[in-house]
Structures are given as structure tokens and as C-alpha cells.
């Protein structure tokens, strides 16, 4: 007997195309965060003005910010390739949009325009939402069975 595991096709397929799916979902994640990183170190008051118009703006704060974005887009960039960094990057960075929703929703009504307030909300929210689901399907995936081991029919 074999010291491999198999694995029916069927289950090895399902395991690919999941696993396909995360990986593109890290992706997004990551060109979005990249993209919102640049727009904040080169341009943090026009970032303000666009997306972030509560209060008054502070470009030093937008670049603080812009540093943090740009941590989570290395986790996530690593975790496309690493496996064993997937859980912990997506637990992270679904804990700080979410904690990042909450703040919106507390100034909800703050942003001028005000319509602004409720679209930044409701877009972390969502992405939030998106982030939790690609967590659950990392950890579903950690218990699954690895390409290493043999698939039966191949």
C-alpha cells in the first residue's frame, strides 16, 4: 500500500477550481488595495476630496494610511503564493475592513458631499462581506487534501 493519499477525481477537481477562485480573490483584493495605495502617497489631498472628504484633510494621514493599505497588499500578494499565509492575511484584512466599516458607519452622515459617506460605507461593507468569504473558503480549503498527494485516475 501506497504511503500517498488519493483523492477521486471529482474532489481534486472541486479542490482546483476552489482554490482557483481564492487565489483570484487575493488578486482583486490586492490590485484594489495597490491602486487606492499609490492614489493616497501621490495624490492625498485629491484622494481626500474623491473618496475620503470627512473632516478636514490632512495629507501626512492619508500617506499614514497609505502605508498600512500597503502592508496588506504585500500579505496578500505573499498569500497568492503561499498557501500557509492565506488564513492569517484574509483573518487580518477582514478584521480591519471591517473595523474600517464601523468608522465609516459611525461618520456616515459627515462626508461632504453626504452621499459620499453612505457609498464608502456600503463598498467597505461589501468588500468586508466579500473578505469573510474568502477567509471561510481558505479555511475550508486547509483541510483539504494538497497536490502532493496523489490523485486516483491520473
Known amino acids: 500500500m501506497s504511503a500517498t493519499r488519493t483523492v477521486p477525481r471529482a474532489s481534486a477537481e472541486r479542490v482546483e477550481i476552489r482554490t482557483t477562485m481564492l487565489v483570484s480573490g487575493l488578486i482583486a483584493f490586492a490590485v484594489i488595495e495597490l491602486a487606492l495605495t499609490l492614489f493616497m502617497a501621490a495624490a492625498p489631498h485629491a484622494f481626500f476630496t474623491a473618496v475620503g472628504p470627512f473632516g478636514g484633510s490632512n495629507d501626512h494621514y492619508v500617506r499614514d494610511v497609505a502605508s498600512y493599505n500597503a ?3 504585500a500579505g496578500l500578494l505573499v498569500a497568492v503564493r503561499r498557501p500557509s ?3 492569517p492575511v484574509l483573518a487580518m484584512t477582514t478584521i480591519q475592513f471591517a473595523a474600517h466599516s464601523a468608522n465609516h458607519l459611525l461618520d456616515i452622515a459627515g462626508a461632504r458631499p453626504g452621499w459620499v459617506g453612505y457609498l464608502d460605507f456600503f463598498a467597505l461593507a461589501f468588500g468586508t462581506l466579500q473578505l469573510a468569504g474568502l477567509l471561510w473558503l ?3 480549503l486547509s483541510h483539504e487534501p494538497t497536490r502532493r498527494w496523489e ?4
Not at 490523485?151 to 491520473?154: A, E, L, P, Q, T
Open 138 to 140: 481558505a479555511l475550508s
Open 151 to 154: 490523485v486516483r485516475g491520473r
Open 71 to 73: 502592508a496588506l497588499t
Open 85 to 87: 499565509w492565506r488564513v
